[in-house]
Antibody
């Protein structure tokens, strides 16, 4: 079964750090771009970051540039999001997602994890 | 690239035909996807490349459009279709955005 399982969420104080993990199974992880998407409570979806199959390209939404780092370990079939200098507005459910790409351009996010909640509060 | 969905919310009955629109602030060819999300659940991919139905998605869902104007149509609403729908532009890996969502409620 194709599956993504996130972990690492929790309560953290403003200015603190947290590392999210996403474990992939049921597909060849190293063949896909991967993404993180977040959803603040009661709000819509926001793309956070993308990473290429070999980790050589990484892109971020402006609001997290310089604070968040996306990475991956293909040997462990795992995706990560290191979040530093956290702010109250980073409070959200964080999803990892697999990127569907049929021709060198992203087509959609076809597989999603169940999400992990990050709460930034004192 | 900004995406504007309309309406933001919609009330409809089982069996109704429903259309949701998504307008991009600049042309994105056909790099548009549609998702369905139910409360407490991850989004589910319905349509990609503006009009390609994802495997396993019922044929009552359809998508159309290119450039800046796109639509998602549900031909005959079923009870399980009441959810929030999002469009997403994927013109480039450098920046990806979602619409603000359309909440579909039972009338």
């Amino acid at each position: 079964e194709v599956q993504l399982v996130e972990s690492g969420g929790g309560l953290v104080q403003p200015g603190g750090s947290l590392r999210l993990s996403c474990a992939a199974s049921g597909f060849t992880f190293s063949s896909y771009w991967m993404s993180w998407v977040r959803q603040a409570p009661g709000k819509g979806l926001e793309w956070v970051a993308n990473i290429k199959q070999d980790g050589s390209e990484k892109y971020y939404v402006d609001s997290v540039k310089g604070r968040f780092t996306i990475s991956r370990d293909n040997a462990k079939n795992s995706l990560y999001l290191q979040m530093n200098s956290l702010r109250a507005e980073d409070t959200a459910v964080y999803y990892c997602a697999r990127v569907l790409d049929y021709g060198g351009n992203p087509d959609a996010f076809d597989i999603w994890g169940q999400g992990t909640m990050v709460t930034v509060s004192s | 690239i900004q995406l504007t969905q309309s309406p933001s919310s919609l009330s409809a009955s089982v069996g109704d035909r429903v259309t949701i629109t998504c307008r991009a602030s600049q042309g994105i060819s056909s790099y548009l996807a549609w998702y369905q999300q139910k409360p407490g659940k991850a989004p589910k991919l319905l349509i990609y490349a503006a009009s390609t139905l994802q495997s396993g998605v019922p044929s009552r869902f359809s998508g159309s459009g290119s450039g800046t104007d796109f639509t998602l149509t549900i031909s005959s609403l079923q009870p399980e279709d009441f959810a929030t729908y999002y469009c997403q532009q994927l013109n480039s890996y450098l920046s990806i955005t979602f619409g603000q969502g359309t909440r579909l409620e039972i009338k």
